[in-house]
T-cell receptor, first 114, second 116 residues
Framework: AQSVTQLGSHVSVSEGALVLLRCNYSSSVPPYLFWYVQYPNQGLQLLLKYTTGATLVKGINGFEAEFKKSETSFHLTKPSAHMSDAAEYFCAVSEGGGYNKLIFGAGTRLAVHP | GAVVSQHPSWVICKSGTSVKIECRSLDFQATTMFWYRQFPKQSLMLMATSNEGSKATYEQGVEKDKFLINHASLTLSTLTVTSAHPEDSSFYIC????????????FGEGSWLTVV
């Protein structure tokens, strides 16, 4: 069975500071990994995804994530936080590999303060 | 713009009644859609996989007679919460695999259900 662990339910950073949201996964097959962002009372927006190939994946809004198989990690980073980045972030793994139903982590709420 | 749309965005219903939520794929055909449920301040939990033209596949612990899923066309899946109770109040989100962009999975805007 696959699972996702997001370390830190709440992360707070200053505007302009580095954003690092941690995600570790467990999968018996090569995983497809995703990061989604959710703003209050809204659906999910895809930030980026890893399927195969290059392990450093660049997404929207300046976010990127690196797939590290040896560490079973897919941490999300952004060099400089903006106030508009404040939201809930979910890491997910596709069950069984490929594009299938997603298993989500518990989520990390990012707060950005002036 | 949105590639997956849900309706309604908000719905309030009385206990014991049924409510239907629609999930539409816009401008593409989705043979498979997924329904998730999200309680406040919690993560998304998969409820069921909706397959066009066949029965939905429900996750363990999800009552299939309570959460009826119909995927009658390649662009529409519906979730009907039957005999709703206050504990069914939640945020319901659907997703579909978009053939373009390498089968990226897109989510609908979500539907808030409040049962009073």
């Amino acid at each position: 069975a696959q699972s996702v662990t997001q370390l830190g339910s709440h992360v707070s950073v200053s505007e302009g500071a580095l954003v690092l949201l941690r995600c570790n996964y467990s999968s018996s097959v090569p995983p497809y990994l995703f990061w989604y962002v959710q703003y209050p009372n809204q659906g999910l927006q895809l930030l980026l995804k890893y399927t195969t190939g290059a392990t450093l994946v660049k997404g929207i809004n300046g976010f990127e994530a690196e797939f590290k198989k040896s560490e079973t990690s897919f941490h999300l980073t952004k060099p400089s936080a903006h106030m508009s980045d404040a939201a809930e972030y979910f890491c997910a793994v596709s069950e069984g590999g490929g594009y299938n139903k997603l298993i989500f982590g518990a989520g990390t709420r990012l707060a950005v303060h002036p | 713009g949105a590639v997956v749309s849900q309706h309604p965005s908000w719905v309030i219903c009385k206990s014991g009644t049924s409510v239907k939520i629609e999930c539409r794929s816009l401008d593409f055909q989705a043979t498979t859609m997924f329904w998730y449920r999200q309680f406040p301040k919690q993560s998304l939990m998969l409820m069921a996989t909706s397959n066009e033209g066949s029965k939905a596949t429900y996750e363990q612990g999800v009552e299939k007679d309570k959460f009826l899923i119909n995927h009658a066309s390649l662009t529409l899946s519906t979730l009907t919460v039957t005999s709703a109770h206050p504990e069914d109040s939640s945020f319901y989100i659907c997703s579909a695999s978009f053939p373009g962009q390498g089968n990226t999975i897109y989510f609908g805007e979500g539907s808030w259900l409040t049962v009073v």
